[in-house]
């Protein structure tokens, strides 16, 4: 087999880039990466669907994100123009798991009370 046909072969059978991994896909990662670091932890609701979201390079920069509430666009006040940018992932994470962790504990305390009816008989 010719070096050409193997560089082919491997070609074809790679994903094609723009079909199996759109733009926003590589923000979402990085909005993923962003919420699991050491930054991830300094990330401040602010109530009405706002957030504080750090910037990546440290230094103590935030960003403001909107996740809105209200039906608008969602926003956030860095520079980048694509979005969803990684601030807004992140802060779409950290809302989801709040909400994620709310409606556990919201069930274990539903879960004791059923647990107390049930030894009063
Ligand atoms: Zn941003």
Redesign the pocket.
């Given at each position: 087999m010719s070096e050409v046909s193997v560089a082919r072969r491997v070609d074809e059978g790679a994903p094609k880039r723009d079909q199996a991994w759109p733009p926003w896909k590589e923000r979402v990662l990085r909005g993923y990466a962003l919420w699991g670091s050491p930054l991830g932890a300094e990330i401040e609701p602010q109530g009405h669907g706002k957030y504080t979201?750090p910037s990546c390079s440290g230094q103590g920069v935030t960003?403001e994100?909107d996740l809105d509430i209200s039906g608008d666009e969602e926003s956030?006040?860095?520079p980048?123009r694509e979005r969803p940018?990684?601030?807004?992932v992140a802060a779409t994470i950290y809302r989801s798991k709040a909400r994620a962790k709310a409606r556990r504990e919201q069930h274990q305390r539903f879960e004791t009370l059923e647990a107390r009816r049930g030894a009063r008989g």
């Open positions: 979201v960003y994100v956030c006040s860095c980048d940018c990684k601030h807004l």
